[in-house]
């Protein structure tokens, strides 16, 4: 069974007359197998035709005499695309499969579950990239790929060469995609998240600068460092620095500083990029710490008492932590916390 969806918003935004319009576009397919013989045949032709030879065919399509489940979703702006793609089979066998899609273009592939296989052709330059890794490579000629695990999944991002010049010629890069190994990773991922969740919201000229920024941060990836001052990475370094924020809250070293050694720029680089938004560092942090004390007090049960909450959420002492939560929200932590006493259960 195949099955595919591809959808553009009921009403566009207006665009300004001097906005170019960029093409968007959100999709998503299926594969089930078992995929052998003629049956495979048929699901690859039936991908090409719904999908589209832009959008890969997961190994799920190709291999295997099982049981197999293969499922892609992203979204396509112009000529980037930012997909998922995940693979399952209770049979995996490992298969290499000779891809022709993305033909010159550079493709990201970030594992994020299970083990892929990437070669040459004539098994030049194989790579096997696991869990937490990622590859970045020239997709000419076409590389070929294959999954051994029977769980499989991938962020993968497909982008136009012209931008990044010489550097795709080189070996593909490869490194960790963890967040604490590589700055420049972390700030494309948050870019893609960004444009995957507000792809409609964009206006086309949000849109292309998306775009742009996507290739920018590319670049980064492959050169291992971001110019931070560019202004259209602005939101690309919020995004970062806010899922930084949220994973960082109870750590007493979380501040200004930390957030921008992490992300590899200058603090006034990341001053600056808040600037367009409606708060500052400093503020923000503050106001995600007060939301999770918030929340901590209407627990039904094992409710921490007010001077714990302030303490756990690194706040200077218990009264400064009072007068910034009943600034916040009106009410002291103690009354806020009896208003909800009902809500015990």
Not at 45 to 73: F, N
Not at 122 to 150: C, E, Y
Request: glycine letters at 6%; one cysteine or more; hydrophobic letters at 40%.
């Amino acid at each position: 069974m195949t099955d595919m969806t591809d959808t553009e918003p009921a009403h566009g935004t207006p665009s300004a007359p001097s906005a170019p319009r960029v093409p968007r576009r959100r999709f998503s397919a299926s594969l089930v197998g078992p995929c052998a013989g003629e049956r495979r045949a048929f699901l690859r032709h039936q991908w090409d035709i719904q999908a589209g030879r832009s959008v890969p065919l997961p190994a799920a399509g190709l291999t295997g005499s099982g049981d197999s489940r293969a499922s892609i979703h992203g979204v396509r702006i112009h000529d980037v695309l930012i997909t998922s793609i995940c693979y399952a089979s209770t049979t995996a066998d490992g298969t290499w499969i000779d891809s022709e899609y993305f033909s010159d273009m550079l493709v990201v592939d970030v594992v994020e579950k299970g083990t892929w296989g990437f070669a040459r052709p004539r098994d030049r330059d194989l790579v096997m990239v696991s869990t937490g890794q990622f590859i970045a490579r020239h997709n000419n000629p076409s590389w070929r790929f294959a999954v051994k695990a029977h769980t499989n999944t991938t962020k993968k991002l497909v982008l136009p060469v012209a931008h990044l010049g010489p550097l795709i010629h080189r070996r593909p890069v490869l490194g960790s995609a963890d967040s604490a190994d590589s700055a420049e990773m972390r700030l494309l991922l948050a870019h893609a998240r960004m444009v995957d969740a507000q792809l409609y919201e964009l206006s086309p000229a949000g849109v292309q600068a998306a775009r742009n920024a996507l290739l920018e941060l590319a670049l980064g990836v492959l050169t291992q460092k971001v110019d931070g001052t560019e202004p259209q990475l602005a939101p690309s370094l919020v995004r970062a620095a806010k899922d930084l924020v949220r994973s960082h809250l109870s750590d007493p070293e979380l501040s200004p500083r930390m957030l921008a050694r992490e992300l590899n720029i200058s603090v006034r680089t990341l001053h600056r990029a808040f600037a367009a938004t409606d708060e500052s560092v400093t503020a923000h942090i503050r106001h995600e710490r007060l939301e999770q004390a918030r929340l901590a007090l209407t627990r039904p049960i094992a409710r921490p008492g007010v001077s714990e909450v302030a303490r756990f959420w690194q706040f200077a002492d218990t009264s400064h932590f009072v007068r910034a939560f009943k600034k916040q929200y009106g009410q002291t932590p103690a009354q806020y916390a009896r208003s909800h006493d009902g809500h015990r259960t």
